[in-house]
């Protein structure tokens, strides 16, 4: 209806309708419509006063979309014919491609790209999370989206690893063995030394170290993708770090063209990115990109897999931890020294567990972690406690499930996550289980319906106006947050839809009531409405609860 208002504006006035949409206001209370539109910016064009224009324009909207248009000092305000309204939103809301739209274009979408030394703790798992949903959000708006995981199986971890590697390891002892050697190493340089010995060999094709990294790497691989599989998340595409082992001499060529590059007093191969703003950042604005053995450092590999990732796929994005800022930032300068574009970055900060009185952040070197294997088992626990408590039923695991990616998405991507379990299970809050509960009750109703004899669609009254106005929003919301590549803009609305649909259920009776069939037909497009919106977070809708 929005729409609509704009329309009537742009067929008598000198502006865009691009331009008269972001004017176009929400008045402060019923009595002033339901859409405002100023007229000041209007004054100078038309060299009339505010108040003049606003007059005049009225005189002229004709609309059967509007009960009325009156003209209140400067501003233009709508009535919307509600009837009417609530047919339009209808119609549309009841498709089940509702808030979706036909945009083309392909688009790489890397996130998650765990290092193959252990199981993931839940500080990484926003990262997936996050990438999940951006990659939910954009297909359902047309894009086709591959997601990209970017195996380091050359790297510094993997090959600690293979220092204590026996073979006849598990998944589960990745972690012990890693906190293990870490310990070591950290008292024994001559160990570390050990450490660049193996990635020399591993560059060097050395058969027996290659066959050593592949074992690990698989390992790791297999089990972290398996526990990220059962969290509902899937990768489309593995590209492994060792496939850009020979290109990276090459890229270390076209770096010495640019005149940029030198080797320190230690012979390593330093990319100078000075005078590009990082002198605030940090001390010497310089990116070291191979050791004085000759081998290649992660981050020229990393190079070498961007601009390979940028010829197949133009539109990339990426997901990273807050803490790689800066390492983007060189990454993303050393990129346009070659005349090469990089991704568009979408950063994360921290996962905080709230543990009692205690508070931390996690690290995998030090041990210092809570894994999601068994977040995800506590989750479904105490998901199931809270269901016996209640004396309800429902899924345990979509419930727990659902209430962790709700509390990692409800966040803005750039604020940190404090993890309080009871806020997260909580049936009456800003939660996963609040939102399913809704969409539940409706599924209850729904349930229980039959054919209704009267098919006449009333004027709404106040809580399913409000309510229809509230679904209505859903496509300006999926493309907010396709804009912003920001999840939380659908977590809050999800809560927000449900919150209206709760009133809705408390003020207006369904069933049996004259007003049955247009209820009803309300109850399934919110229920459509609200499925659609949680499967944009990877959260599943529960049909009972």
Request: aromatic residues 10%; hydrophobic residues 35%; contains cysteine.
């Amino acid at each position: 209806m929005k729409q609509k208002v704009v329309s009537a504006i742009a067929e008598h006035l000198q502006l865009s309708k691009k331009e008269i949409e972001k004017l176009i206001e929400i008045p402060p209370s019923e009595e002033l419509g339901d859409y405002a539109f100023p007229t000041f910016s209007s004054a100078k064009l038309l060299k009339k006063a505010p108040n003049q224009i606003a007059q005049s324009l009225v005189e002229k909207i004709k609309s059967k979309y509007f009960e009325k248009v009156e003209a209140k000092g400067p501003y233009i305000n709508f009535f919307v014919d509600k009837k009417h309204f609530a047919s339009e939103i209808l119609k549309q809301a009841l498709k089940k491609n509702f808030g979706s739209t036909n945009k083309k274009g392909k688009i790489a979408l890397e996130h998650t790209s765990l290092n193959p030394n252990a199981s993931p703790h839940v500080g990484r798992a926003r990262n997936s999370i996050i990438g999940d949903s951006i990659k939910r959000i954009l297909e359902f708006q047309g894009y086709e989206v591959e997601t990209y995981y970017y195996v380091n199986d050359v790297s510094k971890q993997v090959a600690m690893l293979a220092l204590e590697f026996k073979g006849s390891e598990s998944f589960s002892d990745l972690l012990n063995l890693y906190i293990k050697i870490n310990k070591k190493i950290s008292s024994s340089p001559e160990l570390e030394k050990k450490v660049f010995e193996m990635l020399k060999k591993f560059e060097s094709q050395d058969k027996q170290t290659l066959s050593l990294f592949k074992k690990i790497v698989s390992i790791a691989l297999k089990g972290q993708t398996k526990i990220l599989k059962e969290f509902g998340i899937e990768f489309d595409k593995f590209d492994y770090e060792s496939s850009h082992i020979k290109s990276s001499p090459l890229l270390l060529k076209r770096f010495e063209k640019t005149g940029k590059l030198f080797k320190d007093e230690n012979g390593r191969f330093i990319l100078d990115e000075s005078g590009f703003g990082l002198e605030e950042k940090m001390r010497s604005p310089m990116l070291v990109l191979a050791r004085s053995n000759g081998t290649g450092l992660y981050v020229l590999r990393d190079l070498a897999y961007t601009i390979d990732k940028l010829k197949r796929c133009k539109q990339t994005f990426i997901v990273l931890g807050e803490d790689q800022k800066l390492y983007f930032e060189q990454l993303k300068i050393a990129l346009n020294l070659l005349g090469e574009s990089a991704p568009t970055p979408i950063h994360y900060s921290y996962v905080l567990i709230q543990d009692e009185d205690k508070i931390g952040k996690m690290s995998t070197r030090k041990g210092d972690v809570v894994l999601l294997e068994d977040f995800m088992s506590e989750a479904r626990k105490k998901a199931e406690r809270e269901i016996k408590k209640r004396k309800t039923s429902g899924d345990a695991k979509k419930i727990g499930y659902g209430a962790v990616k709700y509390t990692m998405l409800k966040n803005n991507s750039n604020k940190n996550i404090i993890f309080n379990w009871e806020q997260a299970l909580n049936f009456e809050g800003n939660s996963g289980p609040y939102v399913q509960y809704a969409y539940a009750r409706a599924s209850s109703i729904l349930a229980k319906a039959s054919s209704s004899k009267s098919k006449a669609l009333p004027a709404p009254n106040k809580n399913e106006i409000s309510l229809l106005k509230k679904i209505s929003d859903f496509p300006l919301v999926v493309e907010k947050a396709e804009a912003q590549l920001d999840p939380s803009i659908i977590a809050h609305y999800s809560f927000e839809l449900a919150q209206k649909f709760n009133e809705f259920y408390h003020s207006s009776q369904v069933i049996g009531s004259k007003e049955e069939y247009f209820r009803l037909k309300i109850t399934k497009a919110f229920s459509q409405t609200l499925k659609n919106s949680l499967n944009l977070l990877g959260i599943e809708a529960i049909e009972k609860m």
